[in-house]
């Protein structure tokens, strides 16, 4: 069994900062890709940010410049930390990571509960 838990989320001005965690726990053998996606009201759920076990790291162009990720492989967490904040950046946000339990079984897509970030204007 293996749990991703966000936290940090909540309700933050435009332009203030937030910063999000996840920690992956429970039957892990290796962590390759983890990352944010988050899903506004009525809209599709869309990646944010996504970071490599090399650190390689991925955005979307709507936060390039003002979010950043970061991972932790010895404790298998991740966070994002986000700055200059919009009210469009208002969304559920979620952990995603590929996940081996063993290390004969292929990566699979576990992802968190989500956690809500709103921000006003």
């Known amino acids: 069994q293996v749990q991703l838990v966000e936290s940090g989320g909540g309700l933050v001005q435009a332009g203030g900062s937030l910063s999000l965690s996840c920690a992956a726990s429970g039957r892990i053998s290796s962590i390759n890709r983890m990352g944010w996606h988050r899903q506004a009201p009525g809209k599709q759920r869309e990646m944010v940010a996504q970071?490599?076990?090399?650190?390689?790291?991925n955005y979307a162009d709507s936060v390039k410049g003002r979010f950043t990720i970061s991972r932790d492989n010895a404790k298998n967490t991740v966070s994002l930390q986000m700055n200059s904040l919009k009210p469009e950046d208002t969304a559920i946000y979620y952990c995603n990571a590929d996940i081996k339990t063993f290390p004969f079984l292929p990566f699979r897509d576990y992802w968190g509960q989500g956690t809500q970030v709103t921000v006003s204007s």
């Open positions: 970071i490599t076990t090399d650190g390689s790291t």
